[in-house]
């Protein structure tokens, strides 16, 4: 804070000056210390003159001069707070010049004890593997006396599924045989396999029909069983609640790994409400405002009120 020598006519014993913010205002408490103001100016103190003096509220106290200097330790219980709002402090600085004294008014800005609060929501999106049991249709075989046949069939997943390539098995449901119209089941000597696919992501089978005597008839019934899965995605939102911000401490804020969007909304000094919002691609916020900061700091998202910021 700068005042310059006053000047006019002597009968103007009040100047204002600009107020500005004094940097070191936190929460109140017994243990802070006390608040260092400088005022910058020439002719501010006189020699063999009491020093100037300044006075807030019920609080007075002189000056340590300086060359253009006048430095106040002020306790921090000198200027009253809000818990919650912006306030302000009115002080008076008094010097002697000559016979008479100037007075300067002078405008401090107080916040609150408490910055603010925010609420920081994130939704996520995670995958879960979703599984189902396909069991085929029965596929039939059959082989005239002496000879072996193959039925091929391939089958496709469902759309949006895949087959688990570690859980499917072929079933022989039933082998049959004859031997001069009499059953005889001994005579099939056939089977189920699997064979290469057509296409990727099928599943084919062969289902064989094969006499051990020449003169046997065969038949032979098969399918396959297998596991379906597929990715389901399940949506949830992760909220941190309101959560108040604090001057002497950062707020860390965990961020979720599979989160895709988010939403930080803000009020500070229970008057200044701010919003962002954003997604996965974008990146989350680094932001610079008016008595905070906001960032990354790995997998947390960090808020640092700042008391030494000017708006």
Not at 144 to 157: A, I, K, L, S
Not at 244 to 253: F, K, N
């Amino acid at each position: 804070m700068r005042l310059d020598s006053p000047g006019g006519p002597t009968s103007q014993s009040t100047a204002q000056a600009v107020p500005r913010y004094a940097p070191d205002f936190t929460a109140s408490g017994d243990d802070d210390p006390p608040l260092q103001i400088e005022i910058v100016g020439s002719h501010l103190a006189s020699a063999g003159r009491p020093p100037p003096v300044l006075s807030i509220g019920a609080w007075r106290g002189q000056a340590t001069v300086t060359p253009e200097r006048l430095r106040f330790a002020v306790p921090r219980a000198a200027f009253p707070t809000d818990a919650r709002r912006t306030s302000f402090a009115a002080a008076t600085l008094s010097l002697r010049r000559g016979s008479r004294t100037v007075l300067f008014q002078l405008l401090f800005t107080v916040l609150p004890d408490r910055p603010g609060s925010f609420a920081f929501d994130q939704r996520v999106v995670t995958t879960t593997l979703e599984s189902n049991t396909l069991v085929s249709p029965e596929i039939l075989s059959r082989a005239p006396p002496g000879e072996t046949r193959t039925v091929r069939r391939c089958f496709d997943p469902p759309a949006g599924w895949r087959f688990d390539k570690e859980r499917q098995r072929v079933v022989i449901v039933e082998r049959l045989g004859w031997q001069e119209d009499v059953s005889d089941p001994t005579m099939n000597a056939g089977s189920v396999e699997f064979v290469p696919a057509e296409e990727p992501g099928q599943v084919c089978i062969a289902v064989i029909a094969r006499p051990v005597m020449r003169s046997a008839r065969t038949a032979t019934i098969g399918r396959f069983e297998a596991t379906l899965v597929r990715d389901k995605p399940s949506e949830t939102a992760v909220k941190s609640g309101v959560r108040a911000l604090d001057w002497r401490e950062a707020v860390r804020v965990p961020i979720e790994p599979d989160m895709v969007e988010w939403k930080l909304y803000m009020r500070l000094f229970d008057d200044l409400d701010r919003e962002f919002a954003g997604d996965a691609d974008s990146g989350l916020p680094r932001i610079s405002m008016p008595f905070l900061s906001i960032g990354v700091d790995g997998q947390a998202l960090v808020l640092r009120a700042d008391p030494t910021a000017e708006p």
